[in-house]
């Protein structure tokens, strides 16, 4: 089991930034890919980001592109997201997840084995 805890989100005006943290506990977290996804309400869960166990891979949603950077640090157990020039269309909760694969990262919820609680967050217009 990985236990996952998002902090970090809130409201914030358009064009300013958050960053997000995911700190995790239980299993070996160098052994995971770990993805961030949002869901803003009436829509499905979505891919954002995602990093692959060593962190040399990385890719992200082509919606956040150039806004929105991820990070780990394995040695404290952490995934970070930070949010750049956030729009409203950024609003939603945000999750982090935990992904078995080995072999570079994968953007499909169904894939993902351990889910945080998620963190809100709120763009002002």
């Known amino acids: 089991q990985v236990q996952l805890v998002e902090s970090g989100g809130g409201l914030v005006q358009a064009g300013g930034s958050l960053r997000l943290s995911c700190a995790a506990s239980?299993?070996?977290?160098?052994?995971?890919?770990m993805g961030w996804f949002r869901q803003a309400p009436g829509k499905e869960r979505e891919f954002v980001a995602a990093?692959?166990?060593?962190?040399?891979?990385?890719y992200y949603a082509d919606s956040v592109k150039g806004r929105f950077t991820i990070s780990r640090d394995n040695a404290k157990n952490s995934v970070f997201l930070q949010m750049n020039i956030l729009k409203p269309e950024d609003t939603a909760v945000y999750y982090c997840?935990?992904?078995?694969?080995?072999?570079?990262?994968?953007?499909?919820?169904?894939?993902?084995?351990?889910w945080g609680q998620g963190t809100q967050v709120t763009v002002s217009s």
């Open positions: 990093i692959s166990r060593s962190g040399w891979i990385i």
């Open positions: 239980g299993r070996t977290f160098s052994n995971y890919a």
């Open positions: 997840a935990a992904d078995g694969y080995g072999f570079g990262v994968r953007t499909r919820t169904r894939y993902y084995d351990y």
